[in-house]
C-alpha cells in the first residue's frame, strides 16, 4: 500500500448517523425557549400546583390584554413582531415543511459516503411586518449564496410567497428578505415641510416607506441620486419630496436649484423659486455649462482657503441640479455631447464643493445615460424590461430580488420601486410619498413668502 493510500485510509468516515437522543439534544441546544417554557411551567405546577400557576396565567393574560386594548402603539411595536416572528418560524418555516420545499428546489447537499442528505438550517425569523419576513438560513456544507440565487423563482413557488430578496449575513449564513403580499396598499402622504432650516437633516431626508415598516430616508450630503422608472412609475413623487425637506434651505437662500425641464410640464412650478430655470435644448445645455462653472469656482474657493468640505451659508449655498428626462439631453438632443462632458465632471467633482444633482430617466441604457455610474444613490420603480433592473441597480440586482419589471403598470403602484442598502448591497423595496399639485403649490408660496399656507401674502412678495 502506497503512503498516500495509508493516509487516506486512515481517515475513513463511518457510515452511521449520530443516536436519535443525541439528535433530540441538538435540537434542545439550538432551540433553548421551545425547551424552558414547558419545562418552567411543569416545574411551577409540581412546586407551587397548579392552582397558583392558573391564577398566575390569567393574570398574566389580563395585563397583556389590558396592554392590547389600552396602548395600541407601544404594544404592536414590542410584542406583535414577535409573537408573529414565533408564528412563522414554528408554522412558516416549521422543520418538515421546510425540508419538503428544500427538496423540491434540490438546495441540500448529500455527503458521498454516508448518503445522508444535509439541508440548510432556518436560524432566526422576523417578522418585520405582516408581509414581510427575513429568514435567517444557516447554509449546509457545499452551499454558497449563489445556490439560493439561482434557485430563487422555484423557492418562492415553493414557499408560496411572492418574492424573495436574498443577502449574505455573514460565511454560511444568508438572509432571505421572503415578501407574502404588496406592502405597500395605501398612498403615503406628502413630507411636512420643516419651519426652519435648522430643523433640515440633509443626511437623512424623507422619501416614503420601506418594506419593513419603517421610513425610507437617503442622504443627500455627498451623493448624487439617480431615479429611474417607466412612464406613470412616479419618479417625481421623490423629487417633489426632496424639495419638500429642502424649503426651508431654498427660502433662506441655503440651497440654490439648478433646473432643466426638456417637458416643461414636471418641474415647471419651480421657475419662480429656482436660481436658473431651462427647458429648451440650448437653454438646458448653457444651464448645464453655467452650472460646471459654478463647481470650479467653488472648488477654487474652499481650495484658496485650505478647506475639503464646504461650510454651508448664504454666500456658499448648496446648488442642487435637477434634470428631468436626462435621455433627452444626454441622448438624444444637439447639445448631447456636451451635456455629457459637463455633467461627468458634476458627477465625480461636484460632492465636495456642494454641487449635487439629482437625475430622473425613462430607458436606463448605457447608451442613454453613460454617466449613471457617477451616481451614488440609485432609485428603481417600474421599469419595461428585466435587463433594466441590473442597469440601474448594479449587476444581479434582479436575481436579489428587485422585480422592477414586474410592478403592475397601474396607478395604484406609483412610487413602488427598489433601492439597494448600502451595508448588505441587497434590494429593499419602497414606496415614495405622493405630492399632489396641491402640496406643489404649498411648497412654492412656502419658499416665496415664508408662509405654508395654499395662498400667497401678497404684502409679502410685494
Known sequence: ????????????????????????????????????????????????????????????????????????NSFDRVVTPRVRSARRRWWTYSGGRWRRAMQDCELFTTHRKTGADHFPRVLKVRAHSPTVDTVFVGLARGQSVRSFTDRVEELCAALNVERIGIEKVRPRVVGLVVQHAEPFTEVIDAPEMPADSDAVDLRSVYLG??????????????????????????????????????????????????????????????????????????????????????????????????????????????????ADEMGALLAYGDYARDNRRNLAIVGSQGRSSGHHMVGFVQEPTKDTVPVRDLFTVRVCLRLTAAGQVDSVLGEDARLRGALADEIPNIPETAGIGYVVRPRTRTPMRVRAAYVDDREIDQLVNFVRTGTPGGRVNLEVVA
Not at 11 to 19: I, V
Not at 59 to 70: E, K, N, S
Open 209 to 322: 416607506d420601506d418594506e419593513f415598516g419603517g421610513e425610507w430616508r437617503e442622504s443627500l450630503t455627498g451623493n448624487h441620486w439617480f431615479v429611474a422608472g417607466a412612464t406613470g412609475a412616479g419618479k417625481n413623487s421623490i423629487g417633489w419630496s426632496l424639495l419638500r425637506t429642502l424649503a426651508p434651505l431654498i427660502r433662506d437662500g441655503l440651497v440654490r436649484l439648478w433646473v432643466c425641464d426638456p417637458k416643461q410640464m414636471e418641474f415647471a412650478k419651480l421657475a419662480p423659486i429656482a436660481h436658473r430655470y431651462a427647458a429648451t435644448d440650448e437653454d438646458c445645455a448653457d444651464l448645464i455649462a453655467d452650472y460646471v462653472q459654478d463647481l470650479k469656482e467653488g472648488q477654487s474657493r474652499l481650495g484658496g482657503k485650505g478647506k475639503r468640505t464646504l461650510t454651508v451659508s448664504a454666500e456658499t449655498p448648496i446648488n442642487l441640479l435637477i
Open 1 to 72: 500500500m502506497s503512503k498516500t493510500s495509508r493516509g487516506n485510509a486512515g481517515k475513513q468516515e463511518s457510515t452511521r448517523r449520530p443516536g436519535a437522543e443525541w439528535r433530540a439534544a441538538g435540537w434542545a441546544m439550538r432551540h433553548p425557549l421551545s425547551v424552558a417554557v414547558p419545562g418552567g411551567l411543569g416545574w411551577g405546577c409540581v412546586e407551587l400546583g397548579p392552582q397558583t400557576m392558573g391564577i398566575g396565567a390569567g393574570l398574566t393574560a389580563a395585563a397583556v390584554g389590558a396592554w392590547y386594548r389600552g396602548h395600541p
